[in-house]
T-cell receptor, first 112, second 117 residues
Framework: AQSVSQHNHHVILSEAASLELGCNYS??????LFWYVQYPGQHLQLLLK??????LVKGIKGFEAEFIKSKFSFNLRKPSVQWSDTAEYFC??????????FGSGTQLTVLP | GAVVSQHPSRVICKSGTSVKIECRSL??????MFWYRQFPKQSLMLMAT?????????EQGVEKDKFLINHASLTLSTLTVTSAHPEDSSFYIC?????????????FGQGTRLTVV
């Protein structure tokens, strides 16, 4: 069975600070990795995804994530956050069954 | 990206009644639909996976007689919470995939907030 662990439950940053959200997964086979964002009152949106190839993946709104296979990690980064990045962020993994397993989520609050 | 519409967005029902939630893929045919439940300040928990024209596959611990899932067409799946109780109050989210390929993305509905009183 696959599982996903997000270490930070709530992160508070000031605008222009750099962001890194941790994500570790557990799965024995080939995985597809995702980061989703849920803005207040809105539905989940895909930020970025990794299937294969370059382990550094660039997504929307300046976000990127790096797949480190040896560490079973897929951390999300952004060099300079904005107030509008305040949202909940979910890491997810899909194994051979194609269904998504989500981490517990990280609430990001960016202070203006 | 593709659009998945979920209806209603919010529903309040009395204990003992049934509630139906619809999930529609608006601009693509959804081969597979997934139903999730999200508790406050927690992650999404997969409840069941449904493929068009076949019975849903339920995750361990999810009562199939309580949470009825129908995926009768390639654009519509429904989740019916039967004989609802206050502990069924939660946020229910559907997602849909167009194909079964490894790179097929899942798109999410906006969710349904169910409150059972």
């Amino acid at each position: 069975a696959q599982s996903v662990s997000q270490h930070n439950h709530h992160v508070i940053l000031s605008e222009a600070a750099s962001l890194e959200l941790g994500c570790n997964y557990s799965y024995g086979g080939t995985v597809n990795l995702f980061w989703y964002v849920q803005y207040p009152g809105q539905h989940l949106q895909l930020l970025l995804k990794y299937f294969s190839g370059d382990p550094l993946v660039k997504g929307i709104k300046g976000f990127e994530a790096e797949f480190i296979k040896s560490k079973f990690s897929f951390n999300l980064r952004k060099p300079s956050v904005q107030w509008s990045d305040t949202a909940e962020y979910f890491c997810a993994v899909a194994g051979s069954a194609r269904q998504l397993t989500f981490g517990s989520g990280t609430q990001l609050t960016v202070l203006p | 990206g593709a659009v998945v519409s979920q209806h209603p967005s919010r529903v309040i029902c009395k204990s003992g009644t049934s509630v139906k939630i619809e999930c529609r893929s608006l601009d693509f045919q959804a081969t597979t639909m997934f139903w999730y439940r999200q508790f406050p300040k927690q992650s999404l928990m997969l409840m069941a996976t449904s493929n068009e024209g076949s019975k849903a596959t339920y995750e361990q611990g999810v009562e199939k007689d309580k949470f009825l899932i129908n995926h009768a067409s390639l654009t519509l799946s429904t989740l019916t919470v039967t004989s609802a109780h206050p502990e069924d109050s939660s946020f229910y989210i559907c997602s849909a995939r167009e194909g079964t390929g490894r790179h097929t993305e899942a798109f999410f509905g906006q969710g349904t907030r169910l409150t059972v009183v």
